[in-house]
T-cell receptor
Framework: DAGVIQSPRHEVTEMGQEVTLRCKPISGHNSLFWYRQTMMRGLELLIYFNNNVPIDDSGMPEDRFSAKMPNASFSTLKIQPSEPRDSAVYFC????????????FGEGSWLTVV | QKEVEQDPGPLSVPEGAIVSLNCTYS??????FMWYRQYSRKGPELLMYTYSSGNKEDGRFTAQVDKSSKYISLFIRDSQPSDSATYLC??????????FGKGTRLHILP
């Protein structure tokens, strides 16, 4: 069974540009999470969806960040405009709610904003 | 006070030693406790999962939860160089919101 698939794996962009990160969750999973990881702050939950519906976006840092889940097999996290302080690893994760709180992570998207 | 506290390390131990990793937390509503292992430039992977207080063993790994002290531990017996990674504790109150510690970097010296 394929795991969580994220793209791009690496992105270097200039400040002010739009960045779109993509995620395909594990088939059959109905919860999807976006996390951001930095050395200073560790792994932070940005937003999560249940059955494609955003449930909690309190972790989204500011209005420059937005996330969508148009269907059960695809989600995007968009940053517009990007800033150097957005440089981090962005992880997508998914779970099947009946499995309790076990979530499965993708390999991450490594974002550098210069 | 942060919800979950974890010493970032690094922690260096010789091969074969017993490793003890710990986290403390402040939210008494947490009842699901997890340990994730993260290798360099990879995503975290679930290592251990426990519900409420008590111990759980899986091979060389033992997870302990003491809810009265708000303290969880992960023990690794007969540590191997392949155990070198960052270990993150994680916990949840039963909703989908999982809070992670910052992770402890572990180095097993051959």
């Amino acid at each position: 069974d394929a795991g969580v698939i994220q793209s791009p794996r690496h992105e270097v962009t200039e400040m002010g540009q739009e960045v779109t990160l993509r995620c395909k969750p594990i088939s059959g999973h109905n919860s999807l999470f976006w996390y951001r990881q930095t050395m200073m702050r560790g792994l932070e939950l940005l937003i999560y969806f249940n059955n494609n519906v955003p449930i909690d976006d309190s972790g989204m840092p500011e209005d420059r960040f937005s996330a969508k889940m148009p269907n059960a097999s695809f989600s995007t996290l968009k940053i517009q405009p990007s800033e150097p302080r957005d440089s981090a690893v962005y992880f997508c994760a998914s779970s099947r709610r009946t499995q309790g709180n076990t979530i499965y992570f993708g390999e991450g998207s490594w974002l550098t904003v210069v | 006070q942060k919800e979950v506290e974890q010493d970032p390390g690094p922690l260096s131990v010789p091969e074969g030693a017993i490793v003890s990793l710990n986290c403390t937390y402040s939210n008494s509503a947490f009842q699901y406790f997890m340990w994730y292992r993260q290798y360099s430039r990879k995503g975290p992977e679930l290592l251990m999962y426990t519900y409420s207080s008590g111990n759980k063993e899986d091979g060389r790994f033992t997870a302990q939860v003491d809810k009265s002290s708000k303290y969880i531990s992960l023990f690794i017996r007969d540590s191997q160089p392949s155990d070198s990674a960052t270990y993150l504790c994680a916990m949840s109150a039963g909703d989908d919101k999982i809070i992670f510690g910052k992770g402890t970097r572990l180095h097993i010296l051959p």
